[in-house]
């Protein structure tokens, strides 16, 4: 069973709202084994709304359209839908009467305007509304074998979930037939798209189900499994296994999945570290070229005064010798940028707050700066914990944002892996 979501409004196709709408009824959809095969834009234009309709629902079995049964002249959704059926606007009398209702509870007569929103086309069915006062509207178009179900619902999220949940959502699971759709993301860091493809290996071809892509954002390449089978338990099941096949691939390369952040996978670690606990706060950041980005990061989670001791922004020459006790000897031999700085950032911070965990970042960030023998992208690293102190160079490409990140990012995952007892893989 197939499905298309359109939905409707300019400020959708100017970007003045983000469509929340569409990955809501696709999770929804997916869930009783509904596969989405598109999200259709279109702002307030009838013309273009009824192209829309009668496009779309020769394509898929449902078609559910949010927006554009407002009260307005710009909400011309129900009147796209009635010219597309070749049937007039007929107003349903069981709706006029809640419409009354509704403004006479507030101690209000109702405008003349919003007589539209009890306007159905003639063969259509009125879905009630418990939170609003727009009628959804439900049809048949002779579109595709069976028909195409047709669904309008409020662009109002409240309203469209609260519609899409009581009155929708059962009409497509008797239709359905009881397939399941789950869908699960797993997150990775430290290697490219291309070597998590090659470690799944047959896991990503694309005949299997359940499936697995690969997205990236961020530096974060993400697995996506998504499976299909008649039952929920045996699609619990299979997309289980397959969250096992790709665990075993790539080991601890998987930080986490679905919502989980890498900061938020560091701090749950911290949380329960018997040496971040004894020595609590435990962690403290010293940052060059990120300026703090690591220590926003691990701040940005709610309750990091529990492991977050203290920053030291450590910009300048100067800043790394009266903050943290470089020595300008050390500076002036290797360079700002070195694996010697880098551990002297570290272990003067150590000393000075008496954290169990450092993190010390120096590098150059970019577009200038760099040189033949440290180009831009250039980034030491270096972590200091109760048993020494730790230090690796990394090479990261791309632009100056995109440094940043992955430095911040890789020394979490320093910071990590030391959590897990286990040497970093990358």
């Known amino acids: 069973m197939t499905a298309i979501i359109l939905s409707i409004g300019d400020e959708l196709v100017l970007g003045q709202t983000v469509d929340t709408n569409s990955a809501w009824l696709s999770q929804q959809l997916a869930a009783v084994g509904v596969s989405v095969l598109a999200h259709v834009t279109v702002g307030d234009d009838q013309p273009a709304i009824e192209r829309a309709i009668a496009e779309s629902s020769t394509r898929c079995d449902v078609l559910l359209i949010t927006g554009g049964i407002g009260p307005t002249e710009d909400d011309l959704t129900r009147q796209a839908l009635a010219a597309v059926m070749n049937a007039p606007l007929e107003e349903n009398a069981q709706w006029m009467a809640e419409l ?105 071809r694309r005949d299997r189900n359940p499936s697995v892509g690969t997205t990236v954002a961020n530096g974060i390449v993400s697995l996506r499994l998504n499976a299909r089978f008649p039952s929920l338990p045996n699609t619990q099941r299979e997309i289980q296994a397959t969250e096992d096949a790709c665990s075993a691939a790539l080991g601890d390369i998987i930080f986490g999945s679905d919502d989980q952040t890498l900061p938020e996978v560091v701090a749950r670690l911290l949380l329960a570290d018997p040496v971040a606990t004894k020595w609590a706060p435990s962690v403290a950041t010293v940052e060059s070229c990120t300026g703090g980005l690591v220590a926003k990061m691990l701040t940005d989670i709610a309750g990091s005064s529990a492991y977050f001791r203290q920053g030291y922004v450590t910009y300048s020459n100067e800043a790394k010798m009266n903050l943290v006790n470089v020595s300008s000897q050390v500076i002036a031999e290797h360079g700002a940028v070195s694996e010697p700085v880098a551990r002297a950032m570290a272990q003067g911070a150590q000393q000075n707050c008496g954290a169990a965990y450092v993190l010390a970042i120096t590098g150059i960030a970019g577009p200038t700066g760099g040189s033949a023998q440290k180009p831009v992208g250039t980034v030491w690293i270096a972590f200091a914990h109760p048993g020494g102190c730790d230090a690796r160079l990394f090479l990261f490409p791309g632009d100056r944002e995109m440094i940043r990140d992955r430095a911040a990012k890789t020394a979490l995952s320093m910071l990590r892996f030391h959590l897990l007892g286990k040497p970093l893989p990358f």
Not at 124 to 140: E, L, S
Not at 143 to 164: L, Q, Y
Not at 168 to 182: E, N, S, Y
């Open 100 to 204: 009354h209702k509704f403004f006479e509870a507030r101690g209000r007569k109702m405008p003349p305007i919003n007589r539209i929103q009890a306007m159905i086309p003639r063969g259509a069915v009125m879905i009630f509304n418990t939170c609003g006062t727009a009628a959804g509207i439900f049809a048949v178009l002779a579109g595709t074998p069976g028909g195409c179900d047709v669904f309008i619902t409020p662009g109002v999220p409240k309203e469209m979930k609260a519609m899409f949940t009581n009155s929708i959502l059962p009409l497509i699971q008797k239709r359905a037939g009881g397939a399941v759709i789950l869908s699960r993301t797993l997150h990775t860091f430290g290697l490219g798209e291309s070597a998590v493809a090659e470690k799944l290996g047959t896991l990503m």
